[in-house]
């Protein structure tokens, strides 16, 4: 029986989108398992998640962005994420920008997670955004990392309603549990071999187009039941 994939997960807060990834993996919906956990910040419960799955929790202080700091961390990254055997890396809830280093090493095997439908709203705080602005779709995104913030080429999405008296944290939380579908979804395909990428369009082999489950809507549609 060959090796699972060993993923590497980057995190800076509590972590949920990771206890997705480690819950699929436990229960097999995922052929992979969390190999190690690295944030850039020492308190963020993300690495008490992992450590009570017995997983490596690894703090790496990383600094503003093209700065020294930041590439002596990214180098750091990379050698931790080499040496737990990682074969994709997945940024969760991960509020840097993933170095030169990590993409040029783990190229095309860099995934992140991003609560509003990119190209739209990009940054933080992007659920408030939305609401703000007065949009009626939002929803979550899955996509290839590459050298800029919330640009990458784009794997899964899933579009929820704005409703008329959201604030920005009711919100989060309804796109918050399509994060917790889309993104173990998106892991699974890359496992199993069945992600190309042309220029900025990812295929899925097989894939249906669309799928509605409890008043969203996932594309490609999703196969995990999560």
Known sequence: MADKLRLGVLVSGSGTNLQSIINACEAGKIDAEVAVVISN??????????????????????????????????REQTRALRDHGVGLVCMAGYLRKAGPSVLETFAGAVMNIHPALLPAFPGVKVQWAAVEYGVRISGCTVHFADPEFDRGPIIIQAAVPVLQEDDGEALAKRILQCEHRIYPQAIQWFVAGRLSLDGRHVFVDDARAGSWRDGALFSPALELDL
């Open 41 to 74: 910040r020492a308190e963020a419960f993300g690495l008490e998640r992992a450590r009570k799955h017995g997983i490596p929790a690894l703090h790496i202080p990383v600094g503003r962005n093209e700065t020294p700091e930041y590439e002596i961390a990214d």
